[in-house]
Structures are given as structure tokens and as C-alpha cells.
């Protein structure tokens, strides 16, 4: 449909009828006009996996690796079929907006959400995103850039001031969503946050430079609940407020507008952009077919329609070996799978491995295969011996359908009933989970019951939870253990709706004997309607389990030891308060490495950790969280079918005290960025000190020779960084304004096929404006045989020499020499050759 037939639409419109368009029509659907033939748009999160309308943990989901995960690849063309299997499962579910990428930095490791970003740098942020929406939009879905902008923790992050410099801003944080508009994205989502004192639904920067400076032609949807006002947000260049049908728009706005507070050509601006959007994914007039349940065959080419099974499983095994970060090797890794003695596989990890973070990007998967199950599938059951070692001190988790029974049916999961003031039941039914964040609410609704046979294991004494807020109770064989009114203490929808805070209680129960567990929770106004049933079996004793593990490992080929974070310590709402692994993991390593040099570590975490041991074991491997294929694609890695392909998208430091960023708490709501351009490594190499590991670094499994580096029209690799005078009397110009490629010239030393990520980075020494010391400017890979020699070309953007002048208001770039460096990480760089930039003449 063309732009003139749109308008023409619009015109049919009244002014209630386009107010109506700007408010979302329920949580997750947009307003239709069937007059004219438009339909509504379904929304869905979707970093991970498109959950759909509803969290129902009977609708599964395809549950890719996690973001940081993807940006490790240091692989668009991997992210983009990553992208397509999403808009597939988009597709699938009815699906037409993706709230999807975060583009929000690593700019401190105790960022909650790093899990759910990509990288510490803008521009390897801004290349992945913009494959994922490439992937994901190729196939008539929506993707969302989110969230605009400086939205990079979760401390106070409704209400936190960022305060931030203009030149910073450009280059840094809003680099990676102009990167995504330059990639066509349909969507930018506006953060909860206040920018320079102006919340971001009401700030000035989404008309610059996102509307006029860049382009952007789709639609500015707010995060949830993030429209605060009716004039302001609407006098901004802000378009959709979500949810609905309630918001500071509707009616209000309808006056504004009536009463000239609001120019109607800036309401028309809005429904012109929602008709753009409408049109793009299908549901406008005679547009190409929407994704719908009815389309369920649809699938991008090279993946599988259905929820994890055939092509598209395939992809995710793949994407698994392809994140993962070899960080440490002393040749144990890979592991020879016809071994004798076999293999100690140790931690709780390894049975139930983190495979997504915490909060409202969640899915349920349709299934998750455990390391464990890996490494049993790639061995066999006899050459694999199993110790859990210590807990490492998670909350009691959710009841399950392998833990339970509904008391009515007798199948695996919960009975969950709904009944009014007066205790009658008004619904129930059979579910698989005591999480349960959208239970039905009939008329008359007054409470939420979950209830279950539980079989305790072991005897001893338990730990049970009721989350949610308001009246709650919560029986166990009878007992109560919980039995008070909780109120609500936050306006975190996250917190409200997806992880409401559990009370507990505990009670001692004899194993084998089936008890009933009933938990109510009263409804209330504003509380939200989400509960939470949790249990734990009796702690084991951390020294025995300890011992255990080192029994397990002794006489052993070699022992994987598998290690991580928990929810509580990762998750949506709030940030990390620290960097160690919860528990007495960092014991269980030592202990076993003791027992068994042949040890490996898999550490299953969606940001850094840090790791005291790392020096004294085998192999350290990154997995992050590796969605629902974590049990094939990391025994591929271990017993060496395929490569770990991962590279490191932050900088991992020793300790939490090294980090040269760590404030992620406002003080008198404000939260200031006063470190500037010096974000990770860049951070990391003002301060002049050394990481555990570098952005960037990544082991494979052969060795690599880097012979050297060729500037444009330079006829030999310079080996050394010469001085400035030494580079302006020989470096070859490069036009102002224009970008230039670069040749790195390498040798595969080792003994097998391999893969090299090649970066390349810029420096400007002698610069009249202040600068990091080195950035990112372009990344290419190659793979090539033993002996084989290979040529990484590597194109270095305009964009990689210019910086933001904020006098002139404008991009400049500075004439002069420059260096440019080459190599395998922000810290291993053997290369250097210079360029000089010269003014384009008259």
C-alpha cells in the first residue's frame, strides 16, 4: 500500500478513532479499525523466544542462547538465521512485533540484565543487532530496537536520571540504535528512564536525532507503562503508549488535541506511523498475509516451524558451540571420547543448567537438554559418573510436573483454582508449573489457589514459598507455614507481574509419603495476580557433597565441573551486588582440580563472574546461557566435533574491584556516567590494568600466526607501532568521510581446521580531542586448514573516525595520522600499520 492510500485511510478516521489507534487495545495487542480493514497488531518479548500473548507454560517456545551469547559469535550471518528462526516462531504464535533487540551496553558487570544485552562496544552492538533484525524482519515481522536509550541497569530504573555528555551519547550509547535504524528496524522502543533529567517517552531525543537526523520512519512504542503524561508525551515524538486500554492517552489525549494543547498534525503524524507498521507486518487492508496460527507452515528457510524440533534444533545445537568462549586452555580440551576411564561430570549446573535469564523476557522452552544428558548421549551411561556436589544457594524453585501431582487428576503438575469471596470455585485447571503469572480471573474473582501432592525424596526439613502480594496462605500436610498480608512495595512491573517476591517457611517431612501443599493468594487492586508456589528438599551437607565430587573425579580421564549463577543474582529488576559464584562452587573447583588435573570448568552465567581459580585447572569454557540445545552443543564442544567459536563481548576482570565502571546505584536518583567514552576494555586501558580476559578473547582449538596487516595502498605490513611523525611521513591517505579496508594476513600453525575472529581497532595518537585509546573499528572471520595460509579483509565505516562535535553540533573528523592495530582481542594486538586522513579538496 502506498503512502497516498494510507492517508487517504487516515482520513476516514475521526479524532476519537485515531487517539484510539495510539493506545494499545489489551497488554498485548494494538487497536484494529475494521471499517478499514486494519486489524490489530499482537506484540510478544522475545530476546530469546516469542512467548506469545499469554505466560502459559502449556504454549511453548523455541529458546535460543542468550544475547551475550549471540554477540560472542562475532557472526551476523549466524544471528540473522537466529533472527529468522524467531520471526518462524513469531509466525507460529500469531505474532506480528518482536520486542526484540536490547541495545543497551555492558557498562558495568553488575548490570542485571547484561544477559539480555549484547556487548560493552557500540559497535559490535550495533552489527549483531542489526543481523537479528535483518532475520527477523526478512520475514514480514516486526523487530524493536530497544530500549532508547541509556537504559543499562536496573537500579531505581523506573524513575534514575542518567546523566550523560552529548559527545558520549553519540558515540556510545546511541551508536548501536542508529545502527539498527540504518538496518531498517520497524520499531524503537522508548526506556523507563530519564535522560538529562527528561524521561525518555517525553525526551527530545527521539525527534533528534532519531526521527529527523536518521530517518527513522516506524514507530515509537513505549516501554510498559512508561507514559507518564498525556501533553508532554504526546508533544514528543512518541506514537504508541502500552499498555491498554488504559494509559495517560485515550480520552485525555482526545481533549488535548479538541482543545489545541496538542496540534493535530502531530496526532496524525503518530496514526500515519501505525497504519506504516500496520502495513509492513500485514494487517492493513489487502497487505501480505499476517502471521497467524492459521500460517503455522510458514517457516524461514533453513529452520523448522514447530516448537524445537527438526532444522530449527539443528541451528540451536550450532549456535551453542558458536557462542561459547574457550577463555583458558592447557591442552586438556578437547576431551578424547574414546577415553577408558571416562569422565566425572560435577555440579547442579549440569543437570539443570541456567539455560535463560530471569524476568519478562522469559519463555517456556519446549524442552531443555541438560549437559549431563550431553555428555551421557556422547559417551554412553558407563563411562559417565555424576556427583551434584554443594548447592549454590538458590532460591527454593517453582513446583514442576517432575516434582508433583495435581490432587485432583493425579497428572504430573498443580491444580490451580480460582474461587470467590466465599470460597466457591469459579475455575480450575490442570497446569504444569506453580508459576503461574496469569492466572484466569472470572467475574467474581477474589482468590488464586495452586495446590499438589508432593512425594519429598528425601526426608529432613523442607522449604516452602508463597510468592505474590496481598493475603496469601500457604498449608503444607496440613501445616501452616505461611499465613500473612504482604504488601506491595514496588511499582516494578517486573516485579509485580513476572517475579513477585515469595515468603517462606519451612517443615519437616518424612520421605516417600505423598503430602498435599495449598497455597491462596487474595486478588487485590494494583497488586497484579501472579503466585508463585516453591519448594526445596533439605540442604545437603556442602563438605560431604564436596567430597563426593572429589571421589567422583579421582581416577577419572578427566572431570567437568560445571559452575554458574542463579536467578536471584541475575535477573531483570535489579542489579548484581557482587561477581563471586553464589555458594561454595569456587571450593568444589579447587577441590576437584586437586583431585584431577584434567579438570574443565563450563561456567553457565550471562555476564562476568569471576574465577580465582582459573589458573589451576585444565579448561575454562564460557557457555553463557545456552537456550534449549545446551546438552548436544556443549558435549560437541568438549569431545571436539565442533570448535568453541565464542569471543569475548566484555571485558572479564579478576575481581569486582578492578572494573574501572562499577556504579549502577543513583544517588538522589540521578546516576551519572562520569567515566564517559571509557566504557569496558577502553575503561580497562586508561586505568592501565589487566583483565582476567580481554574483549575480544576467544581460544579455538588450532593455533594462529598473524604475518600481517596491509593499509590501503601500503605495499608492506609494519610489524611495530612507529611514532606519529614516522606514520605522517609514510602512512597512505584515506579521504575524510570515507571509510577504507584493511587486509590482515594470518597462518593457521595448528593441526586441525579452524576459525579466527580478525579485529581490527583505531587509535589517534597526538588527538586534539580527548579519545579512548584504542576502539573497535571492524571484525571479519576466517577459517582455513592446517598450514593454510588466509586474508582477513576487514572494512574500517566512516563511522570509526569521526567523532561528535558538540560546538559545531555535528560529525568531524580529524585530519592527521592514524594507527590502526590488528589481532585477536583488545589486548593482543601484534600488528599496527598507520593511514593519514586527509580534507576532500575543494
Known sequence: MTEEERARLLDKLDLGQRVRLLTGSTTWRTSAQPALGLGEMTVSD??????????????TSVLLPSPSALAAMWDETLVERLGGLLATQARRKGVHVVLAPTLNLHRSPLGGRHFECFAEDPELTGRTGAALIRGIQAHGVAATAKHYVANDSETERLTVDVRVRERVLREVYLAPFEA??????????????????????????????????????????????????????????????????????????????????????????KARRILRLADRVGVLGQSAPAPAVAARGAAAPGVAAGPGRGAGRDLLRRAVAAGSVLLHNDGVLPLDPGAPRGVAVIGRHAARPRAQ?????????????????????????????????????????PLDAADCRDPRS????????????????????????????????????????????????????????????GRMTLRVDGRTVVDGTFPRQTDDPAVIHVNPPCRYGSVRLPGGRAVRVVARRELAPDTGRAVLVTAAPPAPDDAAAIAGAVDAARGRDAAVVFVGTTEDSESEGHDRTGLALPGRQDELVRAVAAAN??????????????????????????????????????????????????????TWGAALGDAPVLSTRPERGVLEYSEGLHIGYRGWLRAGSRPAYWFG????????????????????????????????????DVLAGGGFTVRVLLRNTGARRGREVVQVYLARPGSAVERPERWLAGYAAVEADPGERVTAVVRVPARALRHWCVESGGWRTEPGPWQVLAGRSAGDLPLTCAVRVTQPGP
Open 46 to 59: 522475545g530476546p530469546v523466544g516469542v512467548r506469545g500473548e499469554a505466560w502459559d507454560e502449556r504454549d
Open 180 to 269: 539498527a535504524v540504518g538496518a531498517g528496524v520497524w520499531l524503537v522502543m522508548a526506556g523507563y528512564n530519564r535522560v538529562n533529567g527528561v524521561t525518555m517517552t517525553e525526551n527530545p531525543l527521539l525527534a533528534e536525532p532519531l526521527k529527523g537526523e536518521w530517518g527513522f520512519d516506524g514507530v515509537v512504542v513505549s516501554d510498559w507503562g512508561a507514559v507518564r503524561s498525556t501533553r508532554a508525551s504526546a508533544l514528543a515524538a512518541h506514537d504508541l503508549a502500552m499498555p491498554g486500554p488504559l494509559s495517560p492517552w485515550g480520552e485525555a489525549l482526545e481533549r488535548a488535541v479538541g482543545d489545541g494543547a496538542v496540534p493535530s498534525e502531530t496526532l496524525d503524524d
Open 357 to 397: 535469564g530471569g524476568g519478562s523476557a522469559g519463555v517456556y522452552p519446549h524442552h531443555v537438554v541438560p549437559p549431563l544428558e550431553g555428555i551421557r548421549g556422547a559417551l554412553g551411561d558407563a563411562l559417565v559418573q555424576y556427583a551434584p556436589g554443594p548447592c549454590p544457594g538458590a532460591a527454593p524453585a
Open 410 to 469: 493425579g497428572a504430573p503438575g498443580v491444580l490451580l483454582r480460582v474461587l470467590d469471596a466465599e470460597g466457591r470455585e469459579l475455575a480450575a485447571e490442570h497446569r504444569l508449573t506453580g508459576r503461574q503469572m496469569e492466572p484466569p480471573v472470572p467475574p467474581g474473582a477474589h482468590a488464586v489457589e495452586i495446590s499438589a501432592l508432593l512425594t519429598p525424596g528425601t526426608g529432613g526439613e523442607w522449604t516452602f514459598g508463597v510468592g505474590g502480594f
Open 597 to 650: 588435573p584434567r579438570t574443565v570448568v563450563v561456567v553457565n552465567a550471562g555476564g562476568p563472574v569471576e574465577l580465582p581459580w582459573r589458573e589451576d585447572v585444565g579448561a575454562v569454557l564460557l557457555s553463557w546461557f545456552p537456550g534449549q540445545e545446551a546438552g548436544p552443543g556443549l558435549a560437541d564442544l568438549l569431545f571436539g566435533r565442533t570448535e568453541p567459536g565464542g569471543r569475548l563481548p566484555t
Open 697 to 732: 578473547h576467544g581460544l579455538g582449538y588450532t593455533a594462529w600466526e598473524y604475518d600481517g596487516l596491509v593499509a590501503p595502498d601500503a605495499a608492506a605490513p609494519g610489524a611495530a607501532a612507529p611514532d606519529a611523525t614516522a606514520l605522517d611521513a609514510a602512512a597512505p
